[in-house]
């Protein structure tokens, strides 16, 4: 009796382990079955993919976006890959054209590091055009440069009033763009030729090429620049300031020193805002002199002030030449001057008229050719 329940208890036993065995051996199979059919949905997409990259030459002209899937990276499962949906199923992800937004450039610094400081400036050696070009390679037509590495605050407009000058200009040029680049200034040069041999008139024409530089870019600071005057420190920095700027404050030709407390002459700079505060400059002064010292005028006569940098960094080497032609000393500036206040809101950039004949741009440089027209007669003294 007791063998006989012994046996029937082995049976059972057994029994019931091959029925673990067969349920298992169900389950291992329907998984299998399962993966199975997941992976060969998975390569079918795969194949279609490469399909239709291959009829539409990467899907160029398309729209569509073809996905390549890697299943045999070790250490991952297929259900990894499920999981992560946006890497295995395009259509469930919706399509963007955007591109990442470039990171935003830090602003220029105030004291940029690359300044030498004193200058070695000398004349004696020819000057070609080809030579400054290839010594300025990041320049671009018109004589436009943008920092590559910051963001400038200001964006300059460097304007010279000029007539028969070439020669001057290769120098101004060659120094130039150099050190306005070391300065890390958004800059564009403006060279502003009066056509025709009537009397030179150089603020008139700073007037026209305030006017004609906003044409081309939104500019926010004009430096107003001789052809002659080379600065001798690249720490002075060519942009607007808080006041309007006297750059050339300590020149060769007067010992570098200044010549007197009001003298605004060679090179200065203003802001947008400050040049219309005080209506731009004249156009009255034909000839030499007296037009810097009425534009001094103005300023202080507006509530402004002229600011200036060290004299030791203010130093300007002027190219020497004899007076040009038709640019005579005006008889009738000293007495201009003393009438600022009663001219300076209806003689200036308000009442600027000019017949613009050509813009030309060059790799180093934007030329400006105009007709300013002629004087008015002088009053016959009695």
């Given at each position: 009796m007791t063998r006989l329940m012994l046996g029937r208890t082995l049976e059972r036993i057994c029994k019931g382990v091959l029925l673990l065995c067969l349920l298992h051996f169900l389950i291992m199979m329907?998984?299998?079955?399962?993966?199975?059919?997941?992976?060969?949905?998975?390569?079918?997409?795969?194949?279609?993919?490469?399909?239709?990259?291959?009829?539409?030459?990467?899907?160029a002209g398309s729209g569509h976006h073809y996905y390549y899937y890697n299943l045999s990276r070790p250490n991952t499962t297929l259900a990894s890959y499920l999981a992560t949906g946006e890497q295995l199923v395009p259509s469930m992800q919706p399509e963007s054209n955007q591109t990442p937004s470039p990171k935003p450039l830090p602003p220029?610094?105030?004291?940029?590091?690359?300044?030498?400081?004193?200058?070695?400036?000398?004349?004696?050696?020819?000057?070609?055009?080809?030579?400054?070009?290839?010594?300025?390679?990041?320049?671009?037509?018109?004589?436009?440069?943008?920092?590559?590495?910051?963001?400038p605050r200001w964006k300059v407009a460097?304007?010279?009033?000029?007539?028969?000058?070439?020669?001057?200009?290769?120098?101004?040029?060659?120094?130039?763009?150099?050190?306005?680049?070391?300065?890390?200034?958004?800059?564009?040069?403006?060279i502003i030729n009066q056509?025709?041999?009537?009397?030179?008139?150089?603020?008139k024409l700073l007037n026209v090429g305030y006017t004609e530089a906003l044409k081309d870019a939104e500019y926010d600071c004009f430096i107003f620049s001789d052809v002659d005057l080379?600065?001798?420190?690249?720490?002075?920095?060519?942009?607007?300031?808080?006041?309007?700027?006297?750059?050339?404050?300590?020149?060769?030709?007067?010992?570098?020193?200044?010549?007197?407390?009001?003298?605004?002459?060679?090179v200065s700079g203003l802001s947008k805002k400050q040049f219309l505060k005080i209506n731009g400059f004249p156009n009255e002064y034909w000839g030499w002199g007296?037009?810097?010292?009425?534009?001094?005028?103005?300023?202080?006569?507006?509530?402004?002030?002229?600011s200036r940098p060290d004299v030791r960094i203010g130093r300007y080497r002027m190219i020497k030449h004899e007076r040009d032609k038709h640019n005579e000393p005006n008889?009738?500036?000293?007495?201009?001057?003393?009438?600022?206040?009663?001219?300076m809101k209806k003689d200036g950039i308000s009442s600027l008229t000019y017949r613009l004949v050509q813009v030309k741009r060059y790799p180093l440089y934007t030329n400006i050719s105009v007709e300013i027209g002629k004087p008015p007669p002088r009053p016959i003294k009695g």
């Amino acid at each position: 009796m007791t063998r006989l329940m012994l046996g029937r208890t082995l049976e059972r036993i057994c029994k019931g382990v091959l029925l673990l065995c067969l349920l298992h051996f169900l389950i291992m199979m329907i998984l299998y079955f399962d993966v199975y059919s997941q992976r060969f949905d998975l390569f079918s997409r795969f194949n279609n993919g490469r399909n239709g990259s291959r009829n539409n030459v990467s899907g160029a002209g398309s729209g569509h976006h073809y996905y390549y899937y890697n299943l045999s990276r070790p250490n991952t499962t297929l259900a990894s890959y499920l999981a992560t949906g946006e890497q295995l199923v395009p259509s469930m992800q919706p399509e963007s054209n955007q591109t990442p937004s470039p990171k935003p450039l830090p602003p220029c610094p105030e004291s940029p590091p690359g300044l030498v400081g004193r200058l070695l400036i000398e004349f004696s050696s020819q000057m070609t055009m080809e030579r400054v070009q290839k010594e300025n390679p990041n320049v671009t037509e018109g004589g436009r440069y943008m920092p590559p590495d910051c963001r400038p605050r200001w964006k300059v407009a460097v304007i010279i009033p000029f007539r028969h000058r070439e020669n001057h200009l290769k120098y101004w040029l060659h120094y130039l763009h150099p050190i306005l680049r070391r300065q890390k200034i958004d800059y564009g040069i403006y060279i502003i030729n009066q056509l025709g041999e009537d009397t030179f008139n150089r603020a008139k024409l700073l007037n026209v090429g305030y006017t004609e530089a906003l044409k081309d870019a939104e500019y926010d600071c004009f430096i107003f620049s001789d052809v002659d005057l080379i600065p001798m420190d690249d720490r002075n920095l060519y942009h607007c300031y808080d006041q309007p700027r006297h750059f050339a404050i300590a020149m060769d030709k007067f010992g570098f020193r200044l010549p007197y407390a009001g003298y605004f002459g060679g090179v200065s700079g203003l802001s947008k805002k400050q040049f219309l505060k005080i209506n731009g400059f004249p156009n009255e002064y034909w000839g030499w002199g007296g037009e810097d010292d009425d534009i001094y005028n103005r300023i202080t006569l507006n509530g402004m002030k002229v600011s200036r940098p060290d004299v030791r960094i203010g130093r300007y080497r002027m190219i020497k030449h004899e007076r040009d032609k038709h640019n005579e000393p005006n008889p009738q500036r000293f007495n201009k001057i003393q009438n600022t206040k009663n001219t300076m809101k209806k003689d200036g950039i308000s009442s600027l008229t000019y017949r613009l004949v050509q813009v030309k741009r060059y790799p180093l440089y934007t030329n400006i050719s105009v007709e300013i027209g002629k004087p008015p007669p002088r009053p016959i003294k009695g």
